[in-house]
């Protein structure tokens, strides 16, 4: 089966620092993906990983471990238009489609 | 930059008729997929779609839902019989290849589905 777990809702103020996580049981798994997405838009790409560590992409990292099942997304120097949902994805190469969770809705507060 | 286009960007209809979403993927993508998104739910899995077939399905796919490859470059998903329930945010996503994760998917803006 395939379970994906992150926080509901998080609270962080502009400029601050957050982490968010998300921790993974599934059958298959070839890579992790993390999303954004406004409210009544699509989901947009911010980052992937396949092996252990960390990925930097500007205010944006990435960090997984396979054998925890873990991974978390770091939003550094918070905007407001940074309030968003925040979505983890495994991508199951041999089911060849992307689970998601649930998303974590994220409010940057002045 | 390429992008995935979907029309409409707002589909009303009344229970028990046919709707049609079109999407066109990025021209050099050859997998495609629909998702969808229930108000205040997650995105779920539909259907994945490579080669003039479908290469897999969830569970909410069911006889109602169908998907073709009309020409070269529109996907589209009918739904047969809408029901209440059908009324969600459909995405549509390509990706250049399968195997391996670093070609990601890349989601149209979606259609909002809505049945009364």
């Known amino acids: 089966g395939q379970n994906i777990d992150q926080p509901t809702e998080m609270t962080a103020t502009e400029g601050a620092i957050v982490q968010i996580n998300c921790t993974y049981q599934?059958?298959?798994?070839?890579?992790l993906f993390w999303y954004q997405q406004h409210a009544g838009e699509a989901p947009t790409f911010l980052s992937y990983?396949?092996?252990?560590g960390l990925e930097e992409k500007g205010r944006f990292s990435s960090f997984l471990s396979r054998s925890k099942g873990y991974s978390y997304l770091l939003l550094k120097e918070l905007q407001m238009k940074d309030s968003a949902s925040y979505l983890c994805a495994v991508w199951d190469t041999n089911a060849g489609k992307s689970t998601f969770g649930d998303g974590t809705t994220l409010t940057v507060k002045p | 930059e390429p992008e995935v286009t979907q029309t409409p960007s707002h589909q009303v209809t009344q229970m028990g008729q046919e709707v049609i979403l079109r999407c066109v993927p990025i021209s050099n993508h050859l997998y495609f997929y629909w998702y969808r998104q229930i108000l205040g739910q997650k995105v779920e899995f539909l259907v994945s779609f490579y080669n003039n077939e479908i290469s897999e399905k969830s569970e909410i796919f069911d006889d109602q839902f169908s998907v073709e490859r009309p020409d070269g470059s529109n996907f589209t998903l009918k739904i047969r019989s809408t029901k209440l329930e059908d009324s969600a945010m459909y995405f549509c996503?390509?990706?250049?290849?399968?195997?391996?994760?670093?070609?990601?998917?890349?989601f149209g803006p979606g259609t909002r589905l809505t049945v009364l």
């Open positions: 599934t059958s298959g798994f070839n890579g």
């Open positions: 990983n396949v092996l252990d």
């Open positions: 996503a390509s990706r250049r290849t399968s195997g391996s994760p670093i070609d990601t998917q890349y």
